[in-house]
């Protein structure tokens, strides 16, 4: 697996990845695991550009992390759409 | 030039001060942009943190804001250098309209990151630094504590609003 | 990487043992967050541009038909 030469910066998001994803599953409340999920969709559209420089890479981690947002924004307001209980 | 982990950790800290003023000027503390972002504020005020706070915290999670735009520059700039961050502003406007917001933070966010990060890799740090550095960045507002991280953007909203008007 | 390996299992295992549905939809972005590092590692970066831009749509498909089942 080649690794590129920013070595430290990938082990940064690494462990910043698997730490978001512990404190996700730690969380008991549904809405405040959110942001602990944006944390790791940064965590690992940094992993994705470090990995691969070249200029598509940035298409692919802008598409992931756009995704990635998307999936949370509908995640929030399907929430927060139920609970209220309107039509 | 510097050792590297000096060198993120200056690099997160230039970024922490580039979003956060950016998502002040325009205004992310003053109100949920959708719904998504209006309930996770309440939920970081049920914890007992501050409802402005809150409302940064929300919008950053439903839409691309200044955060998400400095990432995709500094991605932008490791992968193809200065043009490869406006490129990744034009993703990160596309992702701002797909996803219903109506600003312009994460653009501009996006657009003064390139500037800085190329800047940067001209005095010796490398656009990688960045890309941990905004990780970092982020983590501390979002991934540590929701109570804290919104008491402080609320102070600087507070501040905000007393030197530039146009809020509530 | 062996983050992202530990980042598919800690997913997975949250998918099942969560109650709750919005979290096993959380657990569910979080294995695919896992999942995509590899994908890039052996450079298919437009199937990870596709699958970055079809996974989240199937999540909000599949709120959508949540939604037509009162919780």
């Known amino acids: 697996m080649a690794e590129g030469m920013p070595v430290i ?11 978001a994803a512990l404190r996700i599953i730690l969380q008991r409340n549904t809405m405040r695991k959110l942001p602990f999920l944006n944390v790791l969709s940064f965590a690992v559209t940094g992993i994705i550009a470090l990995l691969l420089p070249h200029p598509i890479t940035i298409a692919a981690a802008a598409a992931y992390f756009v995704g990635s947002t998307l999936e949370s924004n ?14 | 030039m510097l050792d590297e982990p000096t060198r993120i950790l200056i690099a997160a800290v230039i970024c922490w ?3 956060m003023i ?24 049920k914890g ?13 999670v439903s839409s691309p ?11 932008g700039v490791f992968c193809a250098g200065f043009f490869g961050g406006l490129f990744a502003a034009v993703l990160v406007y596309a992702g701002n309209r797909i996803c219903y917001d109506p600003g ?19 005095i010796g740090f490398a656009a990688s630094d960045f890309i941990a550095g905004m990780v970092i960045a982020i983590l501390t507002i979002q991934g540590i504590s929701h109570v804290h991280a919104s008491r402080l953007i609320a102070r600087f909203w507070s501040v905000r609003c007393r030197w530039l008007r146009g809020c509530r | 990487m062996v983050a992202c390996t530990a980042l598919v299992f800690i997913g997975t295992a949250a998918a099942i043992l969560e109650r709750d549905p919005f979290d096993k939809l959380i657990s569910l972005s979080l294995m695919i967050s896992g999942i995509f590092p590899f994908i890039i590692d052996r450079g298919l970066l437009d199937v990870a541009t596709a699958t970055a ?7 909000i498909f599949i709120l959508m038909v949540c939604r037509r089942v009162p919780a």
């Open chain 1, 9 to 19: 910066a990938i082990y940064v998001c690494a462990v910043i990845a698997v730490y």
């Open chain 1, 74 to 87: 509908a995640i929030a307001s399907t929430w927060a759409g139920g609970i209220k209980k309107d039509e």
């Open chain 2, 17 to 19: 001060l580039n979003f």
């Open chain 2, 22 to 45: 950016i998502d002040l000027f325009f205004k992310l503390p003053e109100s949920g942009g959708v719904s998504g972002a209006t309930a996770i504020a309440e939920e970081v005020e």
């Open chain 2, 48 to 60: 007992g943190g501050a409802l402005n706070g809150g409302f940064m915290m929300g919008n950053i």
């Open chain 2, 65 to 75: 804001d200044a955060s998400a735009g400095t990432l995709l520059a500094s991605c």
């Open chain 2, 104 to 122: 312009y933070a994460g653009t501009t966010g996006c657009i003064t990151a390139t500037f800085i990060v190329y800047g940067a890799t001209q």
């Open chain 3, 53 to 59: 831009l079809i996974a989240p749509l199937s999540t």
